[in-house]
């Protein structure tokens, strides 16, 4: 396992009071103090957050997290910090390029999938002031990325920010609230007439009405593609061509999907950004 030195275990506290709940100060103090420590801050900052895929009582999932963070210090290596907190395991990415990230993770994924554990992954930041609210976005992560991709172990915020917006929405509206009636009225006309209408329209959507890639994706012609988009037209009487219905659509299909992988029910269609790889 990589030794934890006394240096080490210095800078692991100064994380662990920068992001404990009873910290008092401004954001900015963190800068201050790893400074003051002599802590090294590089170009490229992430936090990442490990916590168990599985109910266990809190006893068993501290000792059990004491035991991993040595191995999980051991992947970081001279790439950040690594330390326990609370019920779960913090890293601090602290990187001079974008160049070993992707090996990282590719390392921490085979870690949580062998060791039954799940992941979650801040956007990049630049300066260790923005520590509290990135750990926020890895616990985020793992929050709404475990709804909806189940099977996923590593979960990166920046590929589920429309998903958090998604779920906040959903505490205080029903789905069907959140959906455009034409959209309601395709669904409807396809569960009526046994149609797939309502499925090359998501893939018209989502390669910004690339028409080709649609028609390649969906392994049907060109032509029974827009013979289908106008039946679309028709039922939904909107223009397809109007920038706010395309928002619309798009958004409305980002809630089919959170909706749909959050209980479990299959879509009538493969979500393009289904389990994206980190």
Not at 92 to 99: G, R, Y
Not at 134 to 155: F, M, P, Q
Not at 174 to 193: A, F, S, T
Request: charged share 20%; proline share 4%.
């Amino acid at each position: 396992l990589a030794s934890t030195g006394p240096t080490r275990l210095v800078y692991e506290y100064a994380l662990v009071r920068a992001l404990s709940d009873n910290y008092i100060g401004k954001p900015e103090d963190s800068y201050t103090r790893f400074s003051a420590l002599g802590y090294q801050i590089k170009k490229e900052l992430y936090i990442m957050v490990l916590n168990s895929a599985v109910e266990i009582n809190a006893d068993s999932l501290r000792q059990r997290l004491n035991t991993l963070v040595g191995y999980a210090r051991q992947i970081v290596g001279s790439h950040g910090l690594c330390t326990p907190l609370r019920d779960h395991i913090v890293v601090l990415l602290n990187l001079d390029s974008p160049a070993p990230l992707q090996k990282l993770l590719s390392d921490f994924r085979l870690f949580c999938n062998k060791n039954n554990l799940r992941a979650g992954l801040s956007p990049c930041f630049f300066n260790i002031s923005q520590l509290r609210v990135n750990y926020r976005h890895a616990l985020d992560a793992i929050g709404v990325g475990s709804l909806i991709w189940k099977d996923e172990t590593l979960y990166n915020f920046e590929e589920l920010r429309i998903y958090k917006f998604i779920a906040t929405c959903a505490r205080y509206f029903p789905l069907d609230d959140l959906l455009p009636q034409y959209l309601i009225k395709l669904i409807q006309y396809d569960h009526q007439n046994h149609s797939d209408l309502l499925e090359s329209l998501y893939y018209y959507i989502y390669t910004v009405k690339n028409t080709k890639a649609a028609a390649d994706l969906l392994h049907i012609h060109r032509n029974t593609l827009l013979y289908r988009l106008e039946k679309v037209r028709s039922i939904m009487d909107v223009d397809l061509e109007d920038g706010d219905v395309f928002l619309h659509l798009m958004l409305a299909f980002k809630f089919l999907e959170f909706e749909a992988g959050q209980n479990g029910r299959p879509l009538c269609f493969t979500p393009l950004t289904h389990k994206p790889e980190v």
